[in-house]
């Protein structure tokens, strides 16, 4: 269905979606003004219905009942890239923060370069996102 696939749809308001590797959705976006908004449990009740319905009528996929639903604040870096890699002054930490609107986009890659760090092995992308 999704597999493999990352979808940012990007009317105004935005969706973000892709699938994970077991088989479910994640979909987000829409951000909410305010600095305190994204712990409003009425906001993210309401914003969870939005993204469900939404993916609904651009996919044709019902996720029915959601088993998670979460909100955070909104934070960017003055390029507008995350920050991803190992943490200054600390062995076997890593940092993958400041992603904006992208969050979905920039932990898939976060994830990546994280997990083969951890493997030994250097991705050539690193120079991107430091820290």
């Known amino acids: 269905m999704l597999d493999k696939y990352l ?4 009317s105004y308001p ?3 979606f892709r699938s994970t590797s077991d ?3 994640i979909v987000g976006g829409e951000d909410e003004k305010g600095e305190a908004a ?10 969870t219905q939005v993204h469900v319905e939404k993916l ?7 996720l029915g009942k959601p088993d998670f639903a979460w909100s955070a604040a909104f934070g960017i870096t003055p390029d507008g890239l995350p920050m991803i890699g190992p943490a200054p002054g600390m062995r076997r930490v890593f940092v993958s923060m400041g992603f904006g609107g992208n969050g979905i986009t ?4 976060a994830a990546d370069l994280i997990s083969a760090a951890v ?3 250097q991705d050539v ?3 991107l996102f430091p820290v």
């Open 23 to 25: 088989g479910r959705v």
């Open 106 to 109: 920039f932990a898939k890659i």
């Open 119 to 121: 493997l030994c092995h």
């Open 125 to 127: 992308d690193w120079d």
């Open 56 to 62: 609904a009528g651009l996919t044709g996929i019902s």
């Open 38 to 47: 994204y712990l409003d449990p009425i906001k993210i009740k309401h914003k």
């Open 7 to 10: 979808v940012w749809e990007a």
């Open 14 to 16: 935005y969706l973000y």
